[in-house]
């Protein structure tokens, strides 16, 4: 059965620090991966999704890479700004995925970028 | 604009009470989805539909329950044999729930989702 583990936990860092946040999965036989924002209180926003043929994608200040391999995703932030502080969750889609549909989600990061 | 909005966002509930909690998409997606929430978990599926009149029990789907009469809502019951309600519940939609098994991923599973309802049993 799938299993996702995002490390760290939490992360407070200064602005305009570079970042990465790490996601790692037991079963390499994934379709896709998924890293969402989610605000406190609120629903989760797409951020990027890789396909498993893929080796990373772009979107702004974010970069995500996919490592099948190794089990290993990680969300790059460039140049980290107070309104990134939210929880990035990582959801890898594959055949044991827990969940009827596919999908496991990892349990988040809490990032606190410090003005 | 297109979205998926869920209500209400807060309800208190008396122990021993059904609620249901409504979720609403105009996205014109096939499949629909319920999770819960917990503070430091991970998400976790209540009940998936993939087209209209059918839907499919996800991994806790003991002490709930749900509909699929139209294309665009999805609502949940929380029933009182739910043994600890209190949670954040999250609905979800996507296009359709992509081909799985077959070892195809159209991407088609690219999930939005809804702003949550946060139920509390009093």
């Known amino acids: 059965k799938q299993e996702v583990t995002q490390i760290p936990a939490a992360l407070s860092v200064p602005e305009g620090e570079n970042l990465v946040l790490n996601c790692s999965f037991t079963?390499?036989?994934?379709?896709?991966l998924q890293w969402f924002r989610q605000d406190p209180g609120k629903g989760l926003t797409s951020l990027l999704l890789?396909?498993?043929?893929?080796r990373e994608q772009t979107s702004g200040r974010l970069n995500a890479s996919l490592d099948k391999s190794s089990g290993r995703s990680t969300l790059y932030i460039a140049a980290s700004q107070p309104g990134d502080s939210a929880t990035y969750l990582c959801?890898?889609?594959?055949?044991?995925?827990?969940?009827?549909?596919?999908?496991?989600f990892g349990k988040g990061t809490h990032l606190i970028i410090q003005p | 604009d297109g979205g998926i909005t869920q209500s209400p966002k807060y309800l208190f509930r008396k122990e021993g009470q059904n609620v249901t909690l409504s979720c609403e998409q105009n996205?014109?997606?096939?499949?629909m989805y319920w999770y819960r929430q917990d503070p430091g978990q991970g998400l976790r599926l209540i009940y998936y539909?993939?087209?209209?009149?059918?839907?499919q029990k996800g991994d806790i789907a003991e002490g709930y329950s749900v509909s699929r009469e139209k294309k665009e809502s999805f609502p949940l019951t929380v029933t009182s044999a739910q043994k600890n309600p209190t949670a954040f519940y999250l609905c979800?939609?996507?296009?359709?729930?992509?081909?799985?098994?077959?070892?195809?991923?159209?991407?088609?599973?690219?999930?939005?989702f809804g702003a949550g309802s946060r139920l509390t049993v009093l």
């Open positions: 539909s993939q087209i209209v009149n059918d839907f």
């Open positions: 996205l014109n997606h096939d499949a």
């Open positions: 890789i396909q498993s043929s893929q």
């Open positions: 079963d390499s036989a994934i379709y896709n």
């Open positions: 959801a890898v889609s594959s055949y044991s995925g827990g969940g009827a549909d596919g999908l496991t």
């Open positions: 979800a939609s996507s296009i359709d729930r992509g081909v799985q098994g077959s070892g195809y991923s159209s991407g088609a599973n690219v999930l939005t």
